[in-house]
C-alpha cells in the first residue's frame, strides 16, 4: 500500500449544488478525501449531510439540473473523471465503479426480471454473448445467496432483504475496482442487516474491491472501514483511520455522535443526543457550520472560516478548539 | 395520556405544514406563467359575463334585418346571424350560460361523487363492492351517450341539461376520492386519530377530505372544461340548451346551415369554446404540477 | 390468466344487464308516444289507444322491462325498430362498419402520433421541443372536436375542395372525421405520455440503470418506457371510450350512417328498442376494450398479473426453490 503515491482515487474539492425553486442548496462544500486500493473509506453523517451526493458525483449520476458540480476534481487512478466525455464514463460505470443504492424497494425495474437486470450490465461491460451474460447473472445470484433458478422472477417477488442482494450481485457482477454503498443496510430489518453487510465483506474481499461505505450507523463503520471522514453540512469535519476516530475523537459533532450511541458497558442512564436540527443547507450559518449547536462554540466560531487542521497520522479535524478538546479529554481520563 | 399528548403535538405540526403547503402551491401556482394567464382569462370571461347587458353593443336579442348574415366589421365585431343579430354581443351574454352549465355540472357531479366516494372509500367491503359495480356500470356507457339520453327524457332547458351533463361525471370522481382515500387509509396518521377516539364523520371530513382535495381540485378544474365541451356538444345535436338561447354550442348548432357561406358564424362561437376551455385547462395544468407532492422535494 | 379473463367476461353479463335497465328506465320516462309518432298527426286518439296496446306500451314498468330483459339475454333479440322494419341488430350490424372503421383508425392516431409526441416532450423537458408538443396537446383537448370537424370541412371541402365534406364511399371521405375524432385523443395519450415519463424518469430504477453504463437511449427504451407505458394503457382505453362516444356527435356533423348516428336519430324519433341496443352494444363494445386494456396491462407489469393469478404460482415456485 505505501508505495502508491498516486491514490487510487481522490476526490479534490468537490462543490455540488442544487436549484429548488429559486433557492441554491449547498449539498457538498469543498470536499476532499482519497483512498488506497483495496480499502474501505467509511462516510459517516445525518441524513441531508450530503453524502450520497458525494457518491453520486463520483459516478456522475446526479440529476442534472437540478443538481450542479460546480467545482473540483475526481481522480480514478490519475484521470479526471469529471472532465470524461459522457460516452467514456459510461465504460466506467458499472464496470470499473458500482453503487449498491440505499432504498433495494425501488432500485429495481419493477417491470424487468431480476436476472436480467443483472445480466444486462454483463452483456454491456464484458463483451459475452447473452447465454453467457444469463450464466454468469445466474452465477452472481447463487453468489449472494439466491438460487439461480430465480433468475426469471419479478423484484415484487422478492423481500426486501433479497431484493437488496440482487442490487449487490448487481452492482459485483463486473467486478468493478470501487464500489460505492449507500447506506446498503438502512431500509432493512435489523436480522437482515448483518446477513447483507456480510455478504458485502465477504465479496469485497474476494474481488480485493475498494469501497465507499455511506452510513450513519457507526457499527457498520466499526465492521467494516479502513478510513472515516465525519461528513456535516457538506464538509468532512473530521478524518482519519478508524482507530483515530474512534479512539480519540476530537470534533465536537463526531464526539456528539458517539454520545448518541448507546453504550452496553457504561451504566449512564440516558443517551446524550446532539442538540437543535441539522443546518438548513440553502442557509448554512458563517463560520464554522456546526457552531448553532456546538456545546463549545464561541465568537469566534461563528466568525471564522474554519479549515480542515492536520493532527497527527491521517487524522485531521475542522475544529477552532481541537486541541482543548484533545486537553480536557486528557485531564478526564 | 402521553400517547395522546403526542398525538396532537402531531396533529399541530401536521396543520401548520397543511397552512405552509397551501402558500406553497399558491406561490408555485403564481410562477407558472400559462396558469395564470389561464386564470386571469377564466376571470375576465366571468367578469365580462356578469357584466354583458352593460358593455355589449347590442342587446343579444335585437333583432336588425338589415345586417342579416353582415361579416364581421367596426359595426358587428364577429358580424351578425340570421336574424341580424350581433354575434359579438350574443357571444357575451352566452358566456353566461356556457360557464354557468359547465361550472355547475361539475361542481354538483364533484359533490355527489365526493360523498359516494368517502362513503365507499371509508366503509370499504360490501358497501364498496355494490356501489362500485353500479359505478362500473354507470361507466361502461360512453358520456356523451348517457348525456343524450337524459337529456333527451328530461327535455331542453337549463336545469335539465345541467342534470344531463352531471350524472356522467359522478363515476370519476367516486373513483378518484375512493382511490385517494384507499391510499391514504393506511397510513399510520389515521390510526394515531383512532387512537384519540375521532368519529368516523369527522374523521372523513379533518382528515381524509384534506389530503385527497388535491387530486379533486385538478378534476373540477379539468372537468369544467370537458363539461363545456359536452354542454356545446349536446346542443350542436339539437338537445340541451336550444336556440334562440345564445349558448355558444347552441349558436354552433344554428349557424352549421349557414356555414358554407357565412363561416363567420361559426367561427366565433367555436373559438369562445376553445377560448374557455384552454384556459381552464391551463389553469389546471398549473395546478396539477403545482400540486404534485414528487415535486416537493 | 384464462380464468381471470373468463371471470371478466362473466362478469359483463350483470354490467350489461345494469346498462339495460338504467336504459330501459330512461327511455320509459322520456316524455312522448311511440305510437302517436308512429301513426302521424292525423290519428285519432282512440287509435293511438289500439297501438299502444298492440305494441304493449300500455302495461305496467315492470312487466315491460321484465319483459325486454327475457328477449335480449335469453333470446339474444335487440327487437324490432318501430319506423324501419328491420331488426335492430342488424341495423347495428349494417352501420357498424363505419363506427368501427372510425375508431380504430382514431385509436391507431391517438397511439401511434401521440406517445412518440409524449415521449419526446418529456425527454426534452422545458426544451423547444416540449413546449412546441404541449401547445398542441393542450390545444387538443381544448377545441370541441365538432367544431373543429366543421373547420376542416369549410377549409378542405368548402375553400380547397380536396376532400369530401360529408357522406360515405372510398378512404377519402373517412380522413376528416377521423383527424376531427383523433384530434383529442392525441392531445391527451401526449400529455399523459410526457407526465408518466417524467415520473418514471424521476425514479430509483432508472438512476440504478445509469448507474450501470446503459446509455441514455437504452435506459429510455428498455427501463423508462415499459414502466411509463402502465398508465398510458389506461388512457388509451378511456380514449377509446371518449372515442366512440366522440364517432356519435362526429357522426352526425359528417352524415356516416353509424351506430351513433342511428341511436340519436333514434332518441329524437323515439324509436326506444334502437336505442337501447345501441346503446347496449356500444356499452358492450366499450367493456370488450376495458377488458382488452386489462389484460394488456397484465402482460405489461408482472406485479398485475401476479394479482390476477393469485399469488399461488409464485408461492409454489418459491417454495420450490427454497424448500
Same mark, same amino acid.
Given at each position: 500500500?505505501?508505495k502508491?503515491?498516486?491514490?487510487?482515487?481522490?476526490?479534490k474539492?468537490?462543490?455540488?449544488?442544487?436549484?429548488?425553486?429559486?433557492?441554491?442548496?449547498?449539498?457538498?462544500?469543498?470536499?476532499?478525501?482519497?483512498?488506497?486500493?483495496?480499502?474501505?473509506?467509511?462516510?459517516?453523517?445525518?441524513?441531508?449531510?450530503?453524502?450520497?451526493?458525494?457518491?453520486?458525483?463520483?459516478?456522475?449520476?446526479?440529476?442534472?439540473?437540478?443538481?450542479?458540480?460546480?467545482?473540483?476534481?475526481?481522480?480514478?487512478e490519475?484521470?479526471?473523471?469529471?472532465?470524461?466525455?459522457?460516452?467514456?464514463?459510461?465504460?466506467?460505470?458499472?464496470?470499473?465503479?458500482?453503487?449498491?443504492?440505499?432504498?433495494?424497494?425501488?432500485?429495481?425495474?419493477?417491470?424487468?426480471?431480476?436476472?436480467?437486470?443483472i445480466?444486462?450490465?454483463?452483456?454491456?461491460?464484458?463483451?459475452?454473448?447473452?447465454?453467457?451474460?444469463?450464466?454468469?447473472?445466474?452465477?452472481?445470484?447463487?453468489?449472494?445467496?439466491?438460487?439461480?433458478?430465480?433468475?426469471?422472477?419479478?423484484?415484487?417477488?422478492?423481500s426486501?432483504?433479497?431484493?437488496?442482494?440482487?442490487?449487490?450481485?448487481?452492482?459485483?457482477?463486473c467486478?468493478?475496482?470501487?464500489?460505492?454503498?449507500?447506506?446498503?443496510?438502512?431500509?432493512?430489518?435489523?436480522?437482515?442487516?448483518?446477513?447483507?453487510?456480510?455478504?458485502?465483506?465477504?465479496?469485497?474481499?474476494?474481488?480485493?474491491?475498494?469501497m465507499?461505505m455511506?452510513?450513519?450507523?457507526?457499527?457498520i463503520?466499526?465492521?467494516?472501514?479502513?478510513?472515516?471522514?465525519?461528513?456535516?453540512?457538506?464538509?468532512?469535519?473530521?478524518?482519519?483511520?478508524?482507530?483515530?476516530?474512534?479512539?480519540?475523537?476530537?470534533?465536537?459533532?463526531?464526539?456528539?455522535?458517539?454520545?448518541?450511541?448507546p453504550?452496553?458497558?457504561?451504566?449512564?442512564?440516558?443517551?446524550?443526543?446532539?442538540?437543535?436540527m441539522?443546518?438548513?443547507?440553502?442557509?448554512?450559518?458563517?463560520?464554522?457550520?456546526?457552531?448553532?449547536r456546538?456545546?463549545?462554540?464561541?465568537?469566534?466560531?461563528?466568525?471564522?472560516?474554519?479549515?480542515?487542521?492536520?493532527?497527527?497520522?491521517?487524522?485531521?479535524?475542522?475544529?477552532?478548539?481541537?486541541?482543548?478538546?484533545?486537553?480536557?479529554?486528557?485531564?478526564t481520563? | 395520556?402521553?400517547?395522546?399528548?403526542?398525538?396532537?403535538?402531531?396533529?399541530?405540526?401536521?396543520?401548520?405544514?397543511?397552512?405552509?403547503?397551501f402558500?406553497?402551491?399558491?406561490?408555485?401556482?403564481?410562477?407558472?406563467k400559462?396558469?395564470?394567464?389561464?386564470?386571469?382569462?377564466?376571470l375576465?370571461?366571468?367578469?365580462?359575463?356578469?357584466?354583458?347587458?352593460?358593455?355589449?353593443?347590442?342587446?343579444?336579442?335585437?333583432?336588425?334585418?338589415?345586417?342579416?348574415?353582415?361579416?364581421?366589421?367596426?359595426?358587428?365585431?364577429?358580424?351578425?346571424?340570421?336574424?341580424?343579430?350581433?354575434?359579438?354581443?350574443?357571444?357575451?351574454?352566452?358566456?353566461?350560460?356556457?360557464?354557468?352549465?359547465? =361550472?355547475?355540472? $361539475? @361542481? &354538483?357531479?364533484?359533490? +355527489? #361523487?365526493? /360523498?359516494?366516494?368517502?362513503?365507499?372509500?371509508?366503509? %370499504?367491503?360490501?358497501?364498496?363492492?355494490?356501489?362500485?359495480r353500479?359505478?362500473?356500470?354507470?361507466q361502461?356507457?360512453?358520456?356523451?351517450?348517457?348525456?343524450?339520453a337524459?337529456?333527451?327524457?328530461l327535455?331542453?332547458g =337549463?336545469?335539465? $341539461? @345541467? &342534470?344531463?351533463?352531471? +350524472? #356522467?361525471? /359522478?363515476?370519476?370522481?367516486?373513483?378518484?376520492?375512493? %382511490?385517494?382515500?384507499?391510499?391514504?387509509?393506511?397510513?399510520?396518521?389515521?390510526?394515531?386519530?383512532?387512537?384519540?377516539?375521532?368519529?368516523?364523520?369527522?374523521?372523513?371530513?379533518?382528515?381524509?377530505?384534506?389530503?385527497?382535495?388535491?387530486?379533486? @381540485?385538478?378534476?373540477?378544474?379539468m #372537468?369544467?372544461?370537458?363539461?363545456?365541451?359536452?354542454?356545446?356538444?349536446?346542443?350542436?345535436?339539437?338537445?340541451?340548451?336550444?336556440?334562440?338561447?345564445?349558448?355558444?354550442?347552441?349558436?354552433?348548432?344554428?349557424?352549421?346551415?349557414?356555414?358554407?357561406?357565412?363561416?363567420?358564424?361559426?367561427?366565433?362561437?367555436?373559438?369562445a369554446?376553445?377560448?374557455?376551455?384552454?384556459?381552464?385547462?391551463?389553469?389546471?395544468?398549473?395546478?396539477?404540477?403545482?400540486?404534485?407532492?414528487?415535486?416537493?422535494? | 390468466m384464462?380464468?381471470?379473463?373468463?371471470?371478466?367476461?362473466?362478469?359483463?353479463?350483470?354490467?350489461?344487464?345494469?346498462?339495460?335497465?338504467?336504459?330501459?328506465?330512461?327511455?320509459?320516462?322520456?316524455?312522448?308516444d311511440?305510437?302517436?309518432?308512429i301513426?302521424?298527426?292525423?290519428?285519432?286518439?282512440?287509435?293511438?289507444?289500439?297501438?299502444?296496446?298492440?305494441?304493449?306500451?300500455?302495461?305496467p314498468?315492470?312487466?315491460?322491462?321484465?319483459?325486454?330483459?327475457?328477449?335480449?339475454?335469453?333470446?339474444?333479440?335487440?327487437?324490432?325498430?318501430?319506423?324501419?322494419?328491420?331488426?335492430?341488430?342488424?341495423?347495428i350490424?349494417?352501420?357498424?362498419?363505419?363506427?368501427?372503421?372510425?375508431?380504430?383508425i382514431?385509436?391507431?392516431?391517438?397511439?401511434?402520433?401521440?406517445?412518440?409526441?409524449?415521449?419526446?416532450?418529456?425527454?426534452?423537458?422545458?426544451?423547444?421541443?416540449?413546449?412546441?408538443?404541449?401547445?398542441?396537446a393542450?390545444?387538443?383537448?381544448?377545441?370541441?372536436?365538432?367544431?373543429?370537424?366543421?373547420?376542416l370541412?369549410?377549409?378542405?371541402?368548402?375553400?380547397?375542395?380536396?376532400?369530401?365534406?360529408?357522406?360515405?364511399?372510398?378512404l377519402?371521405?373517412?380522413?376528416?372525421?377521423?383527424?376531427?375524432?383523433?384530434?383529442?385523443?392525441?392531445?391527451?395519450q401526449?400529455?399523459?405520455?410526457?407526465?408518466?415519463m417524467?415520473?418514471?424518469?424521476?425514479?430509483?430504477?432508472i438512476?440504478?440503470?445509469?448507474?450501470?453504463?446503459?446509455?441514455?437511449?437504452?435506459?429510455?427504451?428498455?427501463?423508462?418506457?415499459?414502466n411509463a407505458?402502465?398508465?398510458?394503457?389506461?388512457?388509451?382505453?378511456?380514449?377509446?371510450?371518449?372515442?366512440?362516444?366522440?364517432?356519435?356527435?362526429i357522426?352526425?356533423?359528417?352524415?356516416?350512417?353509424?351506430?351513433?348516428?342511428?341511436?340519436?336519430?333514434?332518441?329524437?324519433?323515439?324509436?326506444?328498442?334502437?336505442?337501447?341496443?345501441?346503446?347496449?352494444?356500444?356499452?358492450?363494445?366499450?367493456?370488450?376494450?376495458m377488458?382488452?386494456?386489462?389484460?394488456?396491462?397484465?402482460?405489461?407489469?408482472?406485479?398485475?398479473?401476479?394479482?390476477?393469478?393469485?399469488?399461488?404460482?409464485s408461492?409454489?415456485?418459491?417454495?420450490?426453490?427454497?424448500?
Amino acid at each position: 500500500m505505501g508505495k502508491s503515491e498516486v491514490p487510487f482515487i481522490e476526490v479534490k474539492n468537490l462543490k455540488v449544488h442544487y436549484t429548488s425553486e429559486g433557492r441554491k442548496i449547498h449539498a457538498v462544500n469543498q470536499v476532499s478525501f482519497s483512498l488506497q486500493k483495496g480499502e474501505t473509506l467509511g462516510l459517516v453523517g445525518e441524513t441531508g449531510a450530503g453524502k450520497t451526493t458525494i457518491a453520486k458525483s463520483i459516478l456522475r449520476i446526479l440529476p442534472e439540473p437540478p443538481a450542479r458540480i460546480e467545482d473540483g476534481e475526481i481522480f480514478l487512478e490519475g484521470t479526471d473523471l469529471l472532465k470524461l466525455a459522457e460516452d467514456e464514463m459510461r465504460k466506467i460505470r458499472g464496470r470499473k465503479i458500482a453503487m449498491i443504492f440505499q432504498d433495494p424497494m425501488t432500485a429495481l425495474n419493477p417491470v424487468m426480471r431480476v436476472g436480467k437486470q443483472i445480466a444486462e450490465g454483463i452483456a454491456l461491460h464484458e463483451k459475452v454473448s447473452a447465454r453467457e451474460a444469463e450464466e454468469k447473472a445466474k452465477k452472481m445470484l447463487e453468489m449472494v445467496g439466491i438460487p439461480g433458478s430465480r433468475y426469471r422472477d419479478y423484484p415484487h417477488q422478492f423481500s426486501g432483504g433479497m431484493k437488496q442482494r440482487v442490487v449487490i450481485a448487481m452492482a459485483l457482477s463486473c467486478s468493478p475496482d470501487l464500489l460505492l454503498a449507500d447506506e446498503p443496510t438502512t431500509a432493512l430489518d435489523v436480522t437482515i442487516q448483518a446477513q447483507v453487510l456480510d455478504i458485502i465483506k465477504n465479496l469485497q474481499k474476494e474481488f480485493k474491491t475498494s469501497m465507499i461505505m455511506i452510513t450513519h450507523d457507526l457499527g457498520i463503520v466499526a465492521e467494516v472501514c479502513d478510513n472515516v471522514a465525519v461528513i456535516y453540512a457538506g464538509q468532512v469535519v473530521e478524518y482519519g483511520s478508524r482507530e483515530e476516530i474512534f479512539d480519540n475523537p476530537l470534533h465536537p459533532y463526531t464526539i456528539g455522535l458517539f454520545g448518541s450511541l448507546p453504550d452496553i458497558n457504561s451504566d449512564v442512564e440516558r443517551l446524550s443526543p446532539i442538540m437543535g436540527m441539522p443546518p438548513d443547507p440553502a442557509n448554512l450559518p458563517g463560520g464554522c457550520a456546526f457552531s448553532p449547536r456546538c456545546p463549545y462554540a464561541d465568537e469566534t466560531c461563528k466568525n471564522t472560516d474554519v479549515k480542515l487542521d492536520a493532527i497527527d497520522g491521517t487524522h485531521s479535524c475542522r475544529c477552532l478548539h481541537w486541541r482543548r478538546t484533545a486537553q480536557m479529554k486528557a485531564e478526564t481520563s | 395520556m402521553a400517547n395522546s399528548v403526542a398525538v396532537s403535538k402531531g396533529a399541530a405540526i401536521g396543520r401548520k405544514k397543511k397552512e405552509g403547503q397551501f402558500s406553497l402551491v399558491m406561490k408555485r401556482l403564481m410562477k407558472n406563467k400559462l396558469a395564470m394567464a389561464g386564470l386571469c382569462i377564466t376571470l375576465l370571461l366571468f367578469l365580462l359575463a356578469l357584466l354583458s347587458p352593460w358593455i355589449m353593443p347590442y342587446a343579444y336579442d335585437e333583432l336588425n334585418m338589415i345586417d342579416r348574415f353582415a361579416t364581421p366589421s367596426l359595426k358587428h365585431l364577429c358580424g351578425a346571424d340570421e336574424m341580424g343579430r350581433d354575434i359579438f354581443s350574443r357571444l357575451l351574454y352566452g358566456a353566461r350560460w356556457s360557464l354557468a352549465l359547465g =361550472f355547475l355540472a $361539475t @361542481i &354538483i357531479s364533484t359533490v +355527489i #361523487g365526493m /360523498i359516494i366516494g368517502s362513503i365507499v372509500g371509508y366503509f %370499504g367491503g360490501t358497501v364498496d363492492t355494490v356501489i362500485m359495480r353500479l359505478i362500473d356500470i354507470l361507466q361502461a356507457i360512453p358520456g356523451i351517450l348517457l348525456a343524450i339520453a337524459i337529456s333527451a327524457c328530461l327535455g331542453s332547458g =337549463f336545469m335539465n $341539461t @345541467i &342534470i344531463a351533463l352531471s +350524472i #356522467g361525471g /359522478i363515476p370519476m370522481t367516486v373513483r378518484l376520492l375512493r %382511490g385517494s382515500i384507499m391510499g391514504v387509509r393506511k397510513m399510520e396518521y389515521l390510526e394515531a386519530a383512532q387512537t384519540i377516539n375521532c368519529s368516523i364523520p369527522r374523521l372523513i371530513v379533518k382528515h381524509i377530505l384534506p389530503n385527497s382535495i388535491s387530486p379533486i @381540485i385538478v378534476s373540477v378544474t379539468m #372537468g369544467i372544461g370537458n363539461t363545456i365541451l359536452m354542454a356545446a356538444s349536446l346542443s350542436y345535436i339539437g338537445l340541451g340548451v336550444q336556440p334562440p338561447t345564445p349558448e355558444w354550442g347552441a349558436m354552433l348548432s344554428a349557424g352549421r346551415t349557414y356555414m358554407r357561406d357565412y363561416p363567420h358564424m361559426v367561427l366565433f362561437p367555436g373559438i369562445a369554446i376553445a377560448l374557455v376551455v384552454l384556459s381552464l385547462n391551463m389553469l389546471g395544468d398549473g395546478l396539477r404540477d403545482a400540486m404534485d407532492p414528487k415535486l416537493k422535494k | 390468466m384464462w380464468k381471470y379473463i373468463v371471470k371478466r367476461l362473466l362478469w359483463m353479463i350483470p354490467v350489461l344487464l345494469g346498462i339495460a335497465i338504467v336504459i330501459f328506465t330512461i327511455m320509459y320516462f322520456c316524455p312522448g308516444d311511440p305510437a302517436a309518432s308512429i301513426l302521424g298527426n292525423s290519428a285519432t286518439p282512440a287509435a293511438i289507444e289500439e297501438k299502444r296496446i298492440e305494441m304493449g306500451l300500455n302495461r305496467p314498468y315492470m312487466v315491460r322491462l321484465l319483459d325486454y330483459l327475457n328477449q335480449v339475454f335469453l333470446h339474444f333479440d335487440l327487437g324490432t325498430s318501430y319506423f324501419q322494419n328491420q331488426s335492430v341488430m342488424s341495423g347495428i350490424l349494417y352501420r357498424l362498419p363505419y363506427t368501427f372503421m372510425i375508431a380504430i383508425i382514431c385509436m391507431l392516431l391517438q397511439i401511434l402520433i401521440g406517445t412518440p409526441l409524449g415521449i419526446t416532450a418529456a425527454v426534452h423537458q422545458n426544451g423547444i421541443a416540449d413546449r412546441i408538443c404541449m401547445v398542441i396537446a393542450l390545444a387538443g383537448v381544448s377545441i370541441p372536436g365538432f367544431w373543429l370537424a366543421m373547420m376542416l370541412v369549410l377549409l378542405f371541402a368548402v375553400r380547397l375542395g380536396w376532400l369530401p365534406p360529408y357522406g360515405v364511399g372510398g378512404l377519402q371521405y373517412f380522413i376528416l372525421p377521423c383527424i376531427a375524432n383523433a384530434f383529442a385523443g392525441i392531445a391527451s395519450q401526449a400529455r399523459q405520455t410526457r407526465s408518466s415519463m417524467l415520473e418514471v424518469i424521476r425514479s430509483d430504477y432508472i438512476v440504478t440503470a445509469r448507474a450501470k453504463g446503459l446509455s441514455e437511449r437504452e435506459i429510455l427504451y428498455k427501463h423508462a418506457l415499459p414502466n411509463a407505458l402502465i398508465p398510458i394503457i389506461t388512457v388509451v382505453g378511456n380514449g377509446m371510450g371518449m372515442m366512440l362516444g366522440g364517432t356519435v356527435v362526429i357522426e352526425s356533423v359528417f352524415s356516416i350512417p353509424g351506430i351513433g348516428m342511428y341511436t340519436t336519430s333514434a332518441i329524437n324519433n323515439r324509436d326506444y328498442p334502437v336505442v337501447m341496443g345501441g346503446v347496449l352494444f356500444l356499452g358492450a363494445l366499450f367493456s370488450l376494450i376495458m377488458l382488452l386494456v386489462d389484460v394488456i396491462y397484465a402482460y405489461v407489469d408482472p406485479r398485475i398479473k401476479a394479482q390476477y393469478e393469485g399469488q399461488q404460482k409464485s408461492w409454489k415456485r418459491r417454495k420450490r426453490a427454497n424448500g
